[in-house]
């Protein structure tokens, strides 16, 4: 059996979840920070108001009292929900969702600290009001700053804390997305041994000892296995060798293995079930996902109407026709409905057999190609998100000739009804926008609709919706 050692310098990959431990001084650095940003916050808002009101700057408010308590009591609270551990460190998303809420714990303990102590009169109301607002824009601004800035760190090896052997039973493709940037996280690889897969071999302990022997003398910090879901014996029996180790020892899953345990775990019956297909939202969801289309949709109605009227009136003058076009799409759970859009074609098809639009398709109106490079053309459907029969965020429904057709091809595509369909979707911001003329790009499409049905958050949604309005800007329609 062979030994094959790759330098360090030659690994610059490697698949893990999160990031090496950052050193907990830096940890602690990072909850101070946040401390003083917000006690800063506070004497900000609190010389604003008061210069804005034209009033003497309170001595009390000076002190930043108030300050120290919101921002001890906001570090706490991120302590304990692990803000300031290293592998989440770099999750933006996550990371501005914690501040959110505990930004609304720490104002609403301090409203019933100043409640309890009957001090809530000596508290300026429009100084803890612009408080609020401009901590929370400063603490998520600072957390996009954490992310350029240990980004930009750990690319430089200034984290580069953490020394590792990686073993595996066969040689490694590392421009994989399983061994892409261990190094840039955090990760010395300082060796990289095939062992084969064959562990009954006479020289396989004389290898593993010898491995061991290098990884004592350069002081490595844990060991590394790339070793397949289908081998289990063997890493079993390589797991049993390894023990003489005292360092941890982590196995780098497999693109299945990943997949699994990336899902919820939920106790039955004495064992653990991953969860491999998610259930429709619960009745709480709904109500976040029913409440956020209500409102935007309603606000969005409100101001764009007269842009609508104008549209309506452009597509009368046109072309003969119904302003407002009508086609059967199917809902939550294959539900079908009317979905409502401006006409942008001299036909209205509706029927067993639909042509989609391509690039100078004959069909479409003059008026209509500037409606459909726009989207404006998708605009009446926010009707059908206050009648409850779309969302704002989904996956786009199609025509039921399409859905009859891709249902026998796909295999997943069903499963994009188990959400309603949206006005835009984790698809179309991706580029999956328009035309599908091959199987493939369906395919890839309905990926990302599947993908979102099984992680859907209101984060999520609310991250599509921003992400929409940029991709408008540059993604063709026709």
């Not at 609304?104 to 001090?119: N, R």
């Not at 070793?227 to 060798?241: A, G, H, P, T």
């Not at 606000?299 to 007269?306: E, G, K, T, V």
């Amino acid at each position: 059996m062979s030994i094959t050692t790759y330098g360090a310098e030659s690994i610059d990959s490697g698949y893990m979840g999160r990031i090496a431990p950052i050193p907990r001084p830096f940890q602690i650095l990072l909850g101070l920070s946040d401390f003083l940003v917000i006690v800063s916050c506070y004497w900000i808002a609190s010389i604003c108001y008061d210069w804005f009101m034209d009033v003497p700057i309170a001595e009390a408010d000076l002190a930043g009292g108030v300050g120290m308590i919101v921002g001890a009591v906001f570090v706490v609270v991120g302590y304990f929900q692990s803000v300031y551990v290293s592998h989440h460190l770099l999750k933006t998303t996550w990371q501005l969702r914690k501040v959110a809420l505990n930004w609304m714990v720490s104002l609403a303990l301090l409203a019933l600290l100043a409640f309890l102590l009957k001090s809530t009169a000596n508290l300026s109301r429009g100084t803890i009001v612009l408080f609020a607002g401009i901590g929370i824009v400063s603490l998520s601004g600072y957390r996009a700053l954490w992310r350029i800035g240990l980004a930009s760190a750990i690319a430089r090896g200034l984290f580069l804390n953490r020394k590792v052997v990686l073993l595996s039973l066969k040689p490694l493709d590392f421009t994989s997305n399983r061994f892409k940037d261990l190094r840039k996280n955090g990760f010395d690889v300082v060796g990289h041994y095939v062992l084969g897969s064959e562990p009954d071999s006479a020289t396989w302990d004389r290898d593993i000892q010898d491995i061991v022997g290098r990884a004592r003398a350069s002081n490595v910090d844990e060991y590394l296995l790339a070793i397949d879901w289908n081998e289990l014996n063997v890493l079993q029996k390589l797991s049993q060798r390894l023990r003489m180790v005292p360092q941890p020892i982590r196995l780098l899953p497999d693109f299945t293995v990943a997949d699994l345990v990336a899902r919820p775990f939920f106790p039955v019956s004495g064992t653990m079930a991953i969860e491999i297909q998610r259930p429709p939202l619960n009745l709480f969801e709904r109500a976040q996902k029913r409440f956020l289309d209500v409102g935007l949709a309603s606000i969005a109605l409100f101001m764009l109407a007269p842009l609508m009227a104008t549209v309506a009136i452009l597509i009368r003058l046109d072309s003969p026709g119904n302003v407002i076009f009508r086609q059967s799409r199917r809902g939550f759970n294959g539900k079908p409905f009317d979905i409502c859009k401006f006409r942008s074609m001299y036909v209205a098809e509706n029927g067993n057999t639909i042509t989609q639009a391509t690039r100078q398709d004959a069909r479409v109106t003059p008026i209509g190609r500037i409606l459909r490079r726009t989207s404006i053309d998708e605009l009446p459907q926010l009707w059908n998100v206050l009648r409850g029969e779309m969302s704002l965020v989904g996956p786009r429904p199609h025509a039921l000739a399409h859905d009859n057709y891709y249902d026998k091809v796909i295999e997943k595509y069903v499963f994009r009804h188990h959400m309603k369909p949206g006005l835009t979707g984790w698809a179309q911001v991706n580029g999956f926008r328009g035309e599908t003329p091959t199987i493939d790009l369906m395919e890839k499409r309905v990926e990302y609709d599947v993908w979102y049905v099984s992680n859907w958050s209101i984060w999520l949604d609310i991250r599509i919706i921003l992400r929409t309005a940029v991709a408008l800007m540059y993604q063709e329609a026709y």
